[in-house]
């Protein structure tokens, strides 16, 4: 590429052959290599690797040699060619075979025959449950339990397979005869037999695969997404992070245990944490109640909910697997039924169902400490299902106004609610003259984990739960067995009264109601949630950050009083400041720890920039929309039909590129622009077929959010679309900047506009 050339209209042009190659050959090695002077091939196509790290003229790296595979070679440098005045380069390639990097793994199936359930329906409907009843309640649910396992095990059958890393989805049981007799002829010598044994083969890998397109092309036409994306991984050899099996042991499950368990606290009494602000909304309990009827369940609950189970849910401790829940409700819920009364009448949770197997998930790849395996808690679906019944009996207690900056878990609210209010209070308060927003985002380690159930049961009983779902839900947290498993290895069980498991149904909910009294002590601040995510906003006006800091350390004391683990080093900070003369403030400190402040963070799931520019945002995006291009250039290969093609990429392209799209595509450059939209031209011209372009999703998704706020009086942002007098149109936003004027609640009200006066 010449140095005095068009760099962008090159890169666009290389772009287009090297689109034109992955589409023709999806699963083969792409080496472009070249003389690129300033242009960096990175910047249309993110998710290739340059390899060449080293100088190859005088001090620059000119020349370079980009794969779509990660580690492929190792640029090694050499003496010049004649009177070439580039280095030479030498690429040994250091890509490690999947056969070679990973071994063959044995595991034991449980095997479903095709009149199983069947037969489990005639056992249980046959049976009589009386003959299980007992006085102690934990005994009578897990003699119920061991009863169904038992039952399970007699129609079910156990056999060992080998998976090995590179077999492809294609590859049955058929296949692999056939590959055998083809070896067999081939050693035999018989030269009439091999050749018709080949034949054999041939014909049957053409059969399976024509089978395998058949599976996927009806996933898609079900919008089954998980099966989907199942098959995907299998074509491309895609595996996401795993831990080798070299480093599992019994001793490290035990070691990540005992790291779960690190929050138990040995006195649940915190009489350090001061009681939960009252809300006005709930009415003050009488100083004498009346008698509160218990929650009860009815059967016709019971078995709706069985009959919502996934079936494909792993099943928990108690080893019944959702399929069966699913296949058999009509036969448990009765028995289901008595067990989830006598529970909630108790207010006594059987530890058979709050038991949980804890799987460790790595965060990132190579694992270097125990904390980058994230717990993930394996409860019984029995249990999954009596929490959802609990959970709509606790929705139905809460008042609708209840804590209204908590974004997560909740009807009619999204991540994109959270940033886009955060953004507009931020942006609104830069109007001011002498203004800059510093905004601080709080990370907690193990939130969920360090709930004290004394201190949450104090928070519902203000809210106005009633005392026999307080104590239940105290039953639910305390006395929990806990065991984790690794590999082959199971620890041994801790029981742990501390923290609500991730995983369970409930736990999301519990954790909102434990930080609902998480607020702003002063007007110019704001706190937005979602979930364990919290963000602090401090608007600072002439360089008075008295309120911000006074709402910090407000935040770290009521941490501390709520046993939440602050974590510092992970805890940022970005200060938005657009004036001229502008200062360095002052570094913010937390229990002593100086607070990193940065210019880029990953903001629930969107990079936010301190200038509120979106490119590094849109370059994550395009790195991993191309990545997906991969898959669909697979699927086409595969002869899928367009309406299917098509199907893929509204549900796995589309839906990355246009996440959260109406709080920053109206902000966005006309050039970031121009790369969004040649992934979607790039998709285009693989599936054949015309794409909505961004910019009309950007405005059908801005109308539709309008409404629903508009239609919910008690979301924040509703106050802000304020109706006319005439009815006919919303009030704008007076804007001074493009800031403000671009971002979504302005632009939301200006679509609403142009609509309803289309209309």
């Known amino acids: 590429m010449l140095f005095d050339a068009n760099t962008n209209k090159a890169l666009s042009l290389l772009l287009n052959i090297i689109n034109e190659h ?213 074509i491309t050899n895609y595996r996401g992070c795993q831990v080798t099996a070299d480093h599992l042991s019994a001793a490290l499950a035990e070691e990540l245990n005992n790291y779960f368990a690190r929050f138990e606290a040995p006195n649940q009494q915190n009489s350090a944490a001061p009681p939960p602000p009252s809300i006005p909304s709930c009415s003050t309990p009488p100083s004498s109640p009346s008698p509160v009827m218990p929650l009860t ?18 099943a928990g401790p108690d080893g019944v697997p959702g399929k069966v829940l699913r296949a058999c409700a009509p ?54 299902c009596f929490e959802r019944l609990v959970l709509q009996h606790i929705n139905d207690h809460l008042p609708p106004d209840l804590d209204p900056h908590q974004f997560a878990y909740r009807t009619n609210r999204s991540t994109e609610d959270a940033i886009a209010l955060a953004l507009h209070a931020a942006l609104s308060h830069l109007e001011e003259q002498q203004s800059y927003v510093r905004m601080l985002f709080v990370d907690y380690s193990s939130a969920f984990n360090t709930i004290i159930p004394d201190i949450l049961i104090r928070k519902l009983d203000t809210i106005g739960l009633p005392p026999l779902t307080c104590a239940w839900i105290k039953d639910f947290l305390t006395d929990r067995p806990q065991a984790v498993r690794l590999g082959p290895h199971l620890s041994p069980t801790r029981t742990l009264s501390t923290g609500s498991p991730q995983g369970c149904v409930l736990s999301p909910l519990l954790y909102c109601l434990y930080t609902y009294d998480c607020s702003p002590q002063h007007d110019s601040n704001l ?82 920039s301190n200038n509120i520019s979106w490119t590094e945002n849109i370059t994550e995006v395009i790195k991993k929309a191309q990545q997906r291009l991969h898959f669909l250039r697979v699927l086409r ?37 121009e790369r969004l939209q040649r992934v979607v031209k790039a998709a285009q011209r693989i599936i054949g077929s015309p794409l909505p372009s961004l910019s009309d999703i950007y405005s059908s998704r801005c109308l539709g959010r309008a409404g629903k706020i508009i239609k919910d009086s008690s979301h924040p942002g509703s106050g802000l679309f304020d109706l006319l007098p005439s009815g006919r149109r919303y009030r704008c936003i007076r804007s001074r900047t493009n800031r403000l004027k671009n971002s979504f609640f302005p632009k939301a009200i200006t679509i609403l506009n142009s609509h309803m006066h289309g209309h």
């Not at 369940?297 to 792993?314: C, G, H, I, W």
């Not at 919290?534 to 004391?557: C, F, H």
């Not at 009521?558 to 602050?566: I, K, M, Y």
């Open 527 to 608: 706190i937005v949630k979602f979930a364990d995510d919290t963000t602090v906003v401090g608007l600072i006006s002439k360089g008075d950050e008295a309120a911000y800091r006074e709402e910090v350390l407000k935040l770290a004391a009521w941490c501390s009083d709520n046993n939440l683990a602050l974590n510092t080093k992970k805890t940022k900070e970005i200060i938005v400041d657009f004036r001229r003369h502008s200062t360095d403030p002052a570094p913010l400190y937390i229990n002593g720890e100086r607070v990193e402040r940065v210019h880029t963070f990953r903001f629930l799931g969107v990079v936010l």
């Open 297 to 314: 369940v009815t059967e016709d609950d019971v078995r709706k909910a069985l009959l919502a189970v996934n079936p494909r849910k792993a």
């Open 331 to 384: 036969q448990l819920a009765p028995i289901l039924t008595e067990i989830f009364n006598l529970s909630l009448a108790q207010a006594v949770i059987p530890s058979c169902l709050k038991s949980a197997t804890i799987i460790p998930v790595p965060k990132k790849s190579p694992i270097s400490s125990l904390n980058d395996y994230r717990p993930v808690a394996l409860t019984p679906v029995i249990m999954k």
């Open 637 to 673: 290969k595969h002869n899928l039909d367009p309406s299917l093609l098509t199907t893929f990429y509204r549900t796995s392209i589309e839906s990355l590129l246009t996440y959260c799209i109406t709080v920053w595509y109206g902000s966005c450059t006309m050039a970031d622009r």
């Open 22 to 234: 992955q589409r023709a050959h999806p699963d083969g090695v792409h080496v472009i290599a070249g003389d690129f002077n300033r242009a960096n091939l990175k910047t249309v196509l993110p998710n290739f690797y340059q390899h060449v790290k080293c100088a190859t003229r005088g001090e620059n790296t000119l020349d370079h040699v980009y794969t779509n595979i990660k580690h492929a070679y190792r640029a090694i440098p050499l003496p010049h060619l004649g009177q070439s005045d580039h280095l030479s380069l030498l690429l040994p390639p250091t890509y490690t075979p999947l056969r070679r990097s990973r071994r063959p793994i044995t595991k034991t199936i449980t095997t479903w025959p095709d009149d199983a359930l069947s037969r489990l329906q005639d056992c249980f409907e046959q049976t009589d449950w009386n003959l299980f009843h007992h006085q102690e309640l934990e005994t009578h649910t897990s003699t119920v339990l061991d009863y169904v396992k038992f039952c399970i095990g007699n129609v079910t059958v156990d056999k060992s397979i080998r998976v090995f890393p590179n077999q492809k989805p294609w590859m049955t049981t058929q296949v692999c005869k056939l590959l055998k007799a083809r070896d067999a002829a081939f050693r035999s010598g018989d030269r009439a037999l091999y050749r018709a044994a080949r034949a054999d083969l041939r014909k049957g890998v053409k059969k399976a695969k024509l089978d395998h397109r058949r599976i996927i092309e009806a996933h898609l036409s079900s919008n089954n997404t998980r099966e989907v994306w199942k098959g995907i991984h299998d």
